[in-house]
């Protein structure tokens, strides 16, 4: 936040720790706020094993976070979007929501489910100036990477033509343009941000 308020010093910046699982506490947050002109869903987690190592509670949790929760914050947030004459709605994908991954087929699915929603919701919104896309990084040197090895992740990078993992801002470029006066007529898109890796 400090370097929020460094960089844009005539803003206002404050941090705010909510559940994602718990939707009964985000709502009264979300009654507070006076005004919205864009939202990024960058909240997430994976769990990596085979489908058959996956639980119930797993399952759910990985559909609340990353498809349940944003679904119900957009349907109370669609009104204050609309009046901002611009409202923007971004969700931070996956590479594996358009090709899938073995030992991730659950958060294969949830951030499947994500484009498809990015997509229909798109269409819904048009008409009110909001636009909604989804960035899809593929591999990212982020603590969601913890559980490889320094050998994996030399394996992996060796898949990616640009050699390499990508690093956030990168991603958040995707994430500005998308945001930008010049990305206005772009909506119902998914962005792959891969480094050139296949899917």
Request: aromatic residues 10%; contains cysteine.
């Amino acid at each position: 936040v400090s370097e929020l308020r460094e960089s844009y010093p005539h803003q206002d910046f404050f941090m705010v720790c909510l559940d994602m699982l718990d939707y009964r506490e985000i709502a009264p947050f979300l009654a507070d706020l006076f005004q919205v002109d864009g939202v990024v869903f960058a909240a997430g987690f994976t769990k990596y094993g085979l489908l058959s190592e996956h639980s119930q509670q797993d399952m759910t949790a990985l559909w609340k976070v990353h498809v349940e929760t944003p679904m119900l914050l957009l349907a109370s947030l669609e009104d204050k979007l609309r009046q901002s004459g611009r409202g923007r709605v971004v969700f931070i994908g996956s590479v594996y929501g358009l090709a899938g991954s073995s030992m991730e087929t659950v958060y294969s699915a949830v951030k499947g489910a994500q484009q498809s929603f990015t997509k229909a919701y798109a269409k819904e919104v048009a008409s009110l100036g909001i636009t909604v896309n989804c960035v899809a990084p593929g591999a990212v040197a982020t603590q969601m990477n913890h559980q490889f090895t320094d050998d994996q992740l030399q394996e992996l990078s060796a898949d990616i033509p640009l050699g390499r993992l990508a690093v956030t801002s990168e991603i958040a470029a995707a994430v500005a343009y998308l945001f930008s006066k010049e990305a206005q007529y772009t909506t119902g898109t998914t962005i792959p941000v891969t480094g050139g890796w296949l899917y």
